[in-house]
């Protein structure tokens, strides 16, 4: 539903959202498209200058240039006129008038039945029948090195930054940096309007870097401007003067927070000093309603909360104990991190990832803290090591792995904490493909294990030097190393995710060994071992290394189901690696099969997933394995030729990580499989040739900008081609469009 459909079903909508989110841009327009509608059309009143509630019917009345007899009150002046007439009445900026608007509003509703109000907010008028409609931030283009960030955000930066400088003609690199600042300005758009003026003194990496503090870039703004958006800063000063003073200390408080945060995290931070546990509750209410706090669903369906990155900065900016809250925030997740991992073991698992997600930034933020002050490094290496489900099975291998560096330089002693940080380093460089760092930090923790009599950290550390040794190919040693660590586990009476682990474990090296029965029993004892405890993570990797080896054997049909299991446990953790891991398997089953255009996406998807993980090497860099991956491609790319196999690599390597899960797992519900070279057949009798040309250019990787450009005609238009294209062809993305072009142009020039 567009707000113009609001408004025709309900006679009284409110466009809400923080301050220079665009409400007055989107109500104007909306009512600009819905004036042919009202015999009266559209009178805009502008409310942000009025300061009590007794003007405000005076104030539209005058806007409307309505003639107020002697003796009548404006506002039955204004109900006299209005219950004769037809029109839309748009309120803009009712906030600082909010309960007196409503209380207007509702009269001008019951006296004139024929007129409807729009009205912007940042918060609810809160009245009988009124709609709200929360105006979001502008689309962020997509965190990618591989293709150039465009969308809403993006072309307001450009068309400000060229209104400023009209000879801005950015590179590839810097186009690249525009989009990290509009994702780092949350969309906003006068965020993004405000910064784009100021490239004619600075450029874009410049307002991004650290030594440039970006609130205080933007608050130089438009002087033209209205005095609440003249500057970032008014815009949002406007919103904390409307607050109570216990609104803006909680508001304060919450700036702590980089990244989203649930109730109980708000609750445990943010109490005290002043304000109860129960009051942060009802004020972080309020503070929704107001448009400072932006309220969002979280993957396990529990509501969650953040401050955009102005409002945080704007809250860091006034708050006076700023240290005493961010040690608090530290403290918090410090001891999140251990729950987690102590919750990480076995059935608890999807509760663990469900409490931390969406608590990267936050992560970040505590470790950071910890690390800038010396009296709190030990801290910073406990919570890092703590964390090793979390970084591991939660798609956050890269951050882990800088984390975990950091705290090992900035706490040289032997300890506990170091020891194990060491061998989940190890472990982690390991899965990146990188052998020498990961031997280097396993040997190490086996020292420093010896020295501090850590019994446990010495079994993780010969546990994941096995696979090490498996994957440099020495198989023997790796038996040898793993064989030991499954007896360690077994003599601590503690069996964990980790033991199961390392029944996987010893089941990849039995397949590269051929000894694929033995894999069988290994995978099969770990399995009940899994099943036993309702473990998911392990006995994910546990079903790769049982589909690994169904597909040595040439039962392709099990090994895909296996590893279709394993993939529905992984995403349910956020297990990205290990997707990648049973994606590669996957295209391997494709090829045997005869399905090579459906291997080449899987390959392409496995490529997306490894590089988005910080892979250096695919497949752990195992020889065996890679060599297989290698030979897969090969065979693909024979049967399919150059041109489609890239086609079909590259709609893959583009997808979206839903769409790609759904593709690996065969779900109707995603992406269409890929199909096998044919005949163009009649889609191509469907399209117009103009419709013909720019699937051409689509297929040549031009974006909708660059396809308007080059045929001179409006990025609207295009838009509208490329719907229609996608609507007759049966098609969900621009990908697809790309592939069966291609394989259209193949098949044309074979045939000649």
């Known amino acids: 539903m567009h707000v113009k459909d609001a408004i025709r079903t309900s006679r009284l909508v409110t466009l809400t959202g923080p301050g220079g989110v665009g409400k007055t841009r989107l109500g104007t327009e909306a009512a600009r498209r819905l004036a042919g509608e009202f015999s009266g059309g559209v009178a805009f009143v502008e409310l942000a200058e009025v300061t009590s509630p007794d003007h405000i019917a ?166 033209a401007g209205p005095a609440r958006h003249q500057t970032l800063w008014a815009a949002i000063h406007w919103s904390y003067e409307l607050s109570s003073p216990d609104e803006r200390a909680l508001w304060e408080r919450l700036a702590v927070f980089a990244g989203s945060f649930d109730l109980q995290a708000a609750e445990q931070v943010c109490a005290g000093d002043g304000i109860t546990a129960n009051e942060v509750v009802s004020l972080l209410g309020d503070l929704v309603e107001k448009s400072v706090v932006t309220r969002t669903e979280g993957r396990g369906g529990g509501r969650r909360y953040r401050l955009l990155e102005s409002i945080r900065m704007f809250g860091l900016e006034l708050c006076g104990s700023v240290e005493v809250w961010r040690r608090r925030h530290r403290d918090y997740y410090l001891q999140l991190a251990e729950q987690s991992e102590r919750s990480s073991l076995w059935d608890r698992q999807l509760e663990t990832v469900q409490g931390l997600e969406g608590s990267l930034g936050n992560i970040r933020a505590a470790l950071e803290y910890s690390f800038a002050h010396p009296a709190e490094r030990l801290l910073g290496l406990r919570m890092t090591a703590a964390l090793w489900f979390y970084w591991n099975a939660c798609g956050h291998l890269q951050d882990g792995c800088q984390w975990l560096r950091r705290a090992l330089v900035e706490n040289p002693d032997p300890s506990p904490d170091r020891a194990k940080a060491l061998w989940v380093l190890g472990w982690f460089e390991m899965l990146r493909g990188n052998s020498a760092a990961a031997r280097e930090n396993l040997d190490e923790c086996r020292s420093v294990a010896d020295e501090i009599k850590d019994e446990t950290a010495s079994i993780c550390a010969i546990q994941f030097r096995g696979t090490v040794e498996q994957i440099d190919g020495d198989f023997a040693y790796a038996l040898d190393l793993l064989e030991a660590a499954r007896r360690g586990h077994e003599k601590s009476g503690q069996p964990s995710a980790l033991s199961i682990l390392c029944g996987a474990q010893l089941a990849f090296v039995h397949c590269l060994t051929g000894e694929v029965d033995k894999a069988r029993q290994a995978c099969d004892l770990a399995l009940s071992h899994g099943a036993l405890h309702h473990e998911r993570w392990a006995t994910s990797w546990v079903l790769w290394a049982r589909g690994l080896t169904e597909h040595l ?37 494709a090829v045997d099969t005869g399905w090579s255009a459906h291997a080449a996406r899987l390959l392409g998807i496995g490529r997306m997933l490894h590089g988005s993980m910080g892979g250096m090497t695919p497949l752990f860099g195992a020889s065996a394995l890679v060599e297989k991956r290698a030979g897969c491609e090969a065979r693909a790319r024979l049967e399919l030729g150059d041109e489609i196999f890239d086609a079909e690599y590259g709609a893959g390597h583009h997808l979206e990580l839903s769409a790609a899960l759904h593709v690996a797992l065969g779900e109707p519900s995603g992406e269409p499989e890929p199909t096998e070279p044919s005949p163009a057949g009649d889609r191509e009798e469907v399209l117009t040739a103009r419709e013909l040309q720019i699937s051409r250019l689509i297929a040549a990787g031009l974006r909708n900008s660059d396809i308007a450009e080059s045929l001179t005609i409006s990025r609207r238009t295009v838009e509208g081609h490329v719907n229609r294209i996608l609507a007759k062809l049966n098609f969900r993305s621009r990908s697809q469009v790309a592939a069966w072009m291609t394989r259209r142009q193949f098949d044309l020039q074979r045939t000649r």
């Open 553 to 589: 054997r040439g039962d392709l049909a099990s090994s895909t189901s296996l590893l279709r299991d394993s993939i529905d446990l992984k995403r349910s953790l956020g297990d990205w690696l290990g997707v990648t891991m049973c994606v590669e398997i996957l295209a391997w089953n």
């Open 58 to 223: 005076l104030a539209i009345a005058e806007t409307m240039r309505l003639r107020i007899e002697s003796g009548i009150s404006p506002l039955d002046a204004l109900c006299g006129y209005l219950s004769t007439h037809r029109l839309l009445l748009l309120l803009d900026n009712c906030e600082h008038l909010a309960p007196a608007c409503g209380r207007l509003v509702r009269l001008i509703m019951r006296r004139a039945p024929h007129v409807c109000v729009l009205a912007t907010s940042r918060e609810p008028l809160g009245i009988l029948g009124e709609l709200t409609w929360n105006v979001p931030p502008l689309k962020l283009p997509r965190d990618s090195a591989e293709t150039l960030p465009e969308g809403d955000a993006v072309d307001l930066f450009l068309a400000r930054a060229r209104s400023a400088m009209p000879d801005f003609a950015p590179s590839a690199d810097e186009l690249h940096s525009i989009g990290r600042l509009c994702r780092h300005l949350d969309g906003m758009p006068l965020a993004i309007e405000l910064a784009a003026v100021r490239i004619r003194s600075f450029s874009v990496d410049q307002i991004l870097s650290q030594k440039m503090a970006l609130f205080d870039v933007l608050k130089v703004g438009n002087r």
